[in-house]
């Protein structure tokens, strides 16, 4: 069984950073890429970023190019979403996930029970 626990969320104000890591059990780490997305009530889940199993060509969504930052440690079995320059419409549930890589939420088996991050103007 594949089990994955976020830590990290929190409230910040807008311009602010935090750092999500998820935290993966078992050997099946390193057989898997790596997502992070999120959810708002009543909106679809969203990709937000992924990280193949080497680390390296990681993609994001548009509206969090170049503020935030996917990254992975195979020896810890944990990938982290570092996130700046927050703004109040990155208020979400965030969830990471374990499966294909792509960015659709269907290629993600295994999922995380989600941490809320809450940034105010």
């Known amino acids: 069984q594949v089990q994955l626990v976020e830590s990290g969320g929190g409230s910040v104000q807008a311009g602010g950073s935090l750092r999500l890591s998820c935290a993966v059990s078992?050997?099946?780490?390193?057989?898997?890429?790596m997502g992070w997305f999120r959810q708002v009530p009543g909106k679809e889940r969203e990709f937000v970023a992924t990280?193949?199993?080497?680390?390296?060509?990681?993609v994001y969504a548009e509206s969090v190019k170049g503020r935030f930052t996917i990254s992975r440690d195979n020896a810890k079995n944990t990938v982290y979403l570092q996130m700046d320059s927050l703004k109040p419409e990155d208020t979400a549930v965030y969830y990471c996930?374990?499966?294909?890589?792509?960015?659709?939420?269907?290629?993600?088996?295994?999922w995380g029970q989600g941490t809320q991050v809450t940034v105010s103007s």
């Open positions: 078992g050997r099946t780490f390193r057989s898997y890429a």
């Open positions: 996930a374990a499966g294909s890589g792509s960015s659709s939420r269907y290629g993600y088996p295994y």
């Open positions: 990280i193949p199993l080497s680390g390296d060509r990681q």
